[in-house]
């Protein structure tokens, strides 16, 4: 079985409610089979919003990028990239 390749971005505009980014980070995850690390990664890319949104502008944008057997999680603010992780999936 091949795993899915997709692209997945999400602009956040504001204060994001916390329940829905966790949610949807950890909905993909088990998508591509990367549920054991869930719990570990919504939580680090919550705390890596909220303290991107600290020091600049409330906006941000976070990519999944599933690509040749890898998921790359990346939250940029504007043209600086705060935070990314990469997992391999299935």
Do not use: Y
């Not at 971005?9 to 998508?31: E, K, N």
């Amino acid at each position: 079985m091949s795993l899915p390749e997709f692209v997945f971005a999400v602009h956040l505009s504001g204060q994001p409610d916390d329940d829905m980014l966790g949610d949807l980070t950890a909905t993909i995850l088990r998508f591509v089979g990367s549920g054991a690390v869930t719990a570990e990664i919504v939580k680090e890319l919550r705390a890596r919003v909220v303290k991107g949104r600290a020091g600049g502008p409330a906006d941000c944008d976070v990519r999944f990028n599933a690509r040749d057997g890898k998921l790359v999680i990346a939250v940029s603010q504007g043209n600086r990239h705060i935070w990314g992780t990469s997992r391999h999936m299935g």
